[in-house]
């Protein structure tokens, strides 16, 4: 069964960094390109940033491009997101998603909230 | 970046009654080379994650039921529940695959 838990999320301060965790099982994992989607509260979906099955190439949203770094262990079968940075409208709930092929999310885990207060 | 943007916001459907979300586009997501619609529905029920139904505009996902169906191209698209069931009560986002993805506002379906 694919399952895919993520892990790091809590309350930071402004300007501070998160590294969220993404532990997938159930497939190999290098076989899929993976992305990080997060979810505001009570608002919409927003996709956040994607890596291929390699790891060799990287994509970010415009409004965390340059903060945000994705990164990937295909040994352990676990994706990463450091989050630097952060700002108040980083507070979500954050999803990893196994992309099926081209940007199409198929499994998604339980999801991470991540506030960002003082 | 290409918005999607769905309608309604809401709808209240009767049990066994057709439900019907809207997305447009703001520009075509059908890829020439291709001739694919880059565009996918995902059902959010809640307190859980997104759950892919529809991908190329109107392929069902693996074990997802045959009352889910989507349809249309370029621009507008829909996505039909044939025949409502309680357990379809959810938000359904649109996300468009063509570019850096993004996702439609959502449209929260409820039973009347």
């Known amino acids: 069964e694919v399952q895919l838990v993520e892990s790091g999320g809590g309350l930071v301060q402004p300007g501070g960094s998160l590294r969220l965790s993404c532990a997938a099982s159930?497939?190999?994992?290098?076989?899929?390109?993976m992305s990080w989607v997060r979810q505001a509260p009570g608002k919409g979906l927003e996709w956040v940033s994607a890596?291929?099955?390699?790891?060799?190439?990287?994509f970010y949203a415009d409004s965390v491009k340059g903060r945000f770094t994705i990164s990937r262990d295909n040994s352990k079968n676990t994706l990463y997101l450091q989050m630097n940075s952060l700002r108040a409208e980083d507070t979500a709930v954050y999803f990893c998603?196994?992309?099926?092929?081209?940007?199409?999310?198929?499994?998604w885990g339980q999801g991470t909230l991540v506030t960002v207060s003082s | 970046d290409i918005v999607m943007t769905q309608s309604p916001d809401s709808l209240a459907v009767s049990l066994g009654e057709r439900a019907t979300v809207n997305c447009k586009s703001s520009?075509?997501?059908?890829?020439?080379?291709?001739?694919?619609?880059?565009l996918a529905w995902y059902q959010q029920k809640p307190g859980q994650p997104p759950n892919l139904l529809i991908y190329?505009?109107?392929t069902r996902e693996s074990g997802v039921p045959d009352r889910f169906s989507g349809s249309g191209s370029g621009t507008d698209f829909t996505l039909t529940i044939s025949s409502l069931r309680a357990e379809d009560v959810a938000v359904y986002y649109c996300?468009?695959?063509?570019?850096?993805?993004?996702f439609g506002q959502g449209t929260k379906v409820e039973i009347k």
């Open positions: 998603a196994r992309v099926k092929q081209e940007k199409i999310f198929d499994r």
């Open positions: 159930g497939f190999t994992a290098s076989n899929y390109a």
């Open positions: 890596i291929s099955g390699s790891g060799s190439h990287t």
């Open positions: 520009q075509s997501v059908l890829y020439s080379s291709d001739n694919k619609n880059y």
């Open positions: 190329w505009a109107s």
């Open positions: 996300q468009q695959y063509y570019g850096s993805p993004t």
